[in-house]
């Protein structure tokens, strides 16, 4: 069974809903997450991350591409090099959606709707 996030963010929180969406697949996978962790402490350049993560230029150009796609990070010229830095506001989308799964999870069971069987 898959489950088309896009469409049930969408259908759940709008625009918030789809960027959280869009924020929780591209750090689900773990060379971006440990990229968003980088970058999190300072702006970083490919040849940065390259060196940090022990991947290939070509790779970390690809993640790179995701989180941007995924509006996560944002590139600055400086010089000959382009530095990378974490953006909060979807990073903020995405607690704010999981912590509103939280809070409907945290419902005693008794209390949770339950919907009947055929």
């Not at 773990?30 to 702006?43: C, K, N, T």
């Not at 090099?81 to 799964?101: E, I």
């Amino acid at each position: 069974m898959r489950i088309d996030l896009d469409q049930e963010t969408a259908a759940d929180g709008g625009a918030d809903g789809e960027l959280a969406g869009r924020c929780l697949r591209a750090l689900a996978e773990p060379v971006r997450w440990r990229i968003a962790q980088l970058l999190a402490r300072e702006q970083l350049c490919v040849c940065h991350l390259t060196e940090e993560l022990g991947i290939s230029q070509s790779l970390a150009s690809h993640h790179l591409r995701v989180l941007r796609d995924a509006g996560l990070v944002a590139g600055e010229r400086h010089r000959y090099w382009t530095y990378y830095r974490l953006r909060s506001a979807p990073l903020a989308a995405a607690a704010g959606a999981l912590g509103a799964l939280a809070g409907a999870a945290a419902v005693p069971p008794g209390d949770q709707p339950r919907r009947p069987c055929c």
